[in-house]
């Protein structure tokens, strides 16, 4: 535990240090504290706060710079965020792919680091179905869902079907099927599968199949934006080592879909900060995300990646403003 004239200390330095990226000596911390200390005082405090590891003396400075953990308890106790600085933006309802792409660009231009969105998981309820037979064998299948979002998908079939047999088993499948779930029509399959006409089965199931299988591929999309932007930060710029692991993650994506899996599992803004944990293993990189919601339910998540020190109350406002702005957006296209 810290007593209050240590956290002041160390909320100063982080500051600072956040501020100009210079490792902070106790004579700039005496000016930025306000504390009438004398510098032998500061120097013990600064000692004190290194043995807790909450900052580091750089090799080359007699000044210190804050550390992963140091970051941590700042961001947890000593932040205050002021609220409403971007509340003048917006995003227009439209279809989910461009709210999704404009909200990484957003993210992107008002943190000047890189946007990332998660794609919302598509709605698995079917609105319309139809078969088109191509060829001899080969049918596309078209799924609406009730927002509008297609998936085709052209499939093989054992038997070879008219398209009337197609139009036909449509018709029925629209009538009757309609406005369930994936989970709901293939446990309703199951159990109707000895009634209904065998190539009205044999369709569904096919269905069902393409659905599912989009499902899954839907649940990788990862929108990014500004990966640029991190050409300009000198704690990037001054180390390509660093700037080349922070790539690979965009480049890689499936260790960013987990993060971002882990955030949305939270309510609200989280902060992951680098070398904390497996999930961001990169001790220069830090990740202020939240969840963003369609009528009411969580169904992505997005946020902002840059060094970690960023000035994590200004991220805080834009993460927590977009993913309001993207829950709206997508709540009201219809």
């Not at 079917?126 to 088109?132: C, K, M, R, S």
């Not at 596309?140 to 927002?147: A, F, H, R, Y």
Request: aromatic residues 6%; proline residues 3%; glycine residues 6%.
């Amino acid at each position: 535990m810290l007593d209050d004239r240590s956290k002041l200390l160390l909320k100063a330095l982080v500051e600072r240090y956040i501020a100009d990226g210079q490792p902070v000596g106790s004579r700039t911390l005496s000016k930025a504290s306000g504390l009438e200390l004398s510098p032998a005082t500061i120097r013990n405090v600064m000692s004190d706060l290194e043995d807790l590891g909450l900052i580091v003396s750089p090799h080359t400075s007699a000044g210190r710079v804050p550390t992963a953990r140091g970051y941590r308890l700042f961001v947890d106790t000593m932040l205050t965020v002021q609220s409403g600085s971007y509340a003048n933006h917006r995003l227009a309802a439209d279809q989910p792919q461009k709210v999704i792409a404009n909200a990484a660009n957003l993210l992107s231009s008002l943190s000047q680091f890189v946007g990332v969105v998660m794609a919302p998981k598509r709605s698995s309820v079917f609105h319309h179905i139809e078969f088109l037979r191509l060829s001899e064998k080969r049918l596309l299948v078209i799924i609406v869902s009730p927002d509008g979002d297609v998936q085709n998908r052209v499939i093989f079939t054992e038997a070879d079907y008219t398209q009337a047999q197609l139009i036909e088993a449509a018709n029925f499948l629209n009538s009757n099927y309609v406005g369930m779930d994936i989970d709901q029509v293939r446990e309703r399959l199951l159990l109707e599968v000895e009634s209904l006409r065998t190539e009205i089965a044999a369709l569904m199931q096919a269905a069902v199949k393409v659905s599912t299988e989009t499902l899954n591929e839907s649940r990788d999309e990862v929108v990014i934006a500004g990966e640029r932007n991190l050409l300009s930060v000198s704690d990037f710029s001054s180390d390509m080592g660093n700037l080349r692991r922070a790539f690979d993650l965009f480049e890689q994506k499936a260790q960013l879909m987990r993060l971002l899996d882990v955030a949305g599992q939270a309510e609200g803004v989280r902060i992951f900060i680098g070398g904390e944990s497996q999930v961001v293993p990169f001790e220069d990189l830090s990740i202020v995300s939240s969840p963003y919601e369609v009528d009411g339910k969580v169904v992505g998540t997005l946020g902002v990646i840059g060094p970690t020190r960023m000035p994590y109350d200004r991220m805080i406002q834009i993460v927590d403003i977009t993913s309001k702005l993207v829950s709206h957006a997508l709540s009201h296209h219809k």
